[in-house]
């Protein structure tokens, strides 16, 4: 199995790309803050931890097999800046299924970079890696991405009541989900959900 887009993505204001070492500085601005990651699945990053991730899983260019993920580096063509990263796992060879995971610098939010470049994952997930299924898990009081994973399309399917002891404490997690059928294929195909 070899899953790999080609570089750049772009999408009108934004071009999503592999990360790098080079990409260090920049990410740190907003992957080493605490409020940014305070729903994320990662305590901030340290330069020691962010580089040492930069030289194995954040810079995969490719997925090879089942529980990769891709992490692309969201940047705005207008200036070049990092304004944060997607990832798209493979969950699941077998049934098709991918999860979607996003983090955004604090400076780019409310200007619908979020959802314009989780779009673009999505179209990749479904056109170009044949996925069927793509979830994304959040815990329950990151209001942000739960209305982001509604702007995609996506349905509540689940919340999970106090089921993971997060940064020392139990949280809720909700599990939204989209099928490719629901995303909108065929030859006119595009960046947008199907309305329904």
Known sequence: ??????????????????????????????????????????????????????????????IEEEGQGLTLGVRL????????????????????????????????????????????????AFAEFDLHRVVARLDARNTASARLATRLGMRLEAHFIQDEWFKGEWSDTLVYAILASEWGRGPDYSAKPQQG
């Open 1 to 62: 199995m070899h899953l790999a887009p080609t570089y750049p993505i772009l999408t009108d204001r934004l071009e999503l790309r592999p990360l790098t070492p080079a990409d260090e500085p920049e990410l740190l601005t907003y992957r080493g803050r605490a409020d940014v990651c305070r729903y994320l699945p990662f305590e901030p990053m340290t330069p020691e931890v962010l580089r040492t991730r930069l030289a194995s899983d954040l810079t995969r260019t490719a």
């Open 77 to 124: 063509q207008s200036t070049g800046e990092l304004i944060g990263d997607q990832v798209m796992f493979l969950r699941s060879i077998k049934h098709r299924t991918g999860e979607l995971g996003y983090v955004l610098a604090p400076g780019a939010g409310g200007q619908g970079y979020a959802t314009e470049a989780s779009r673009a994952m999505l179209d990749l």
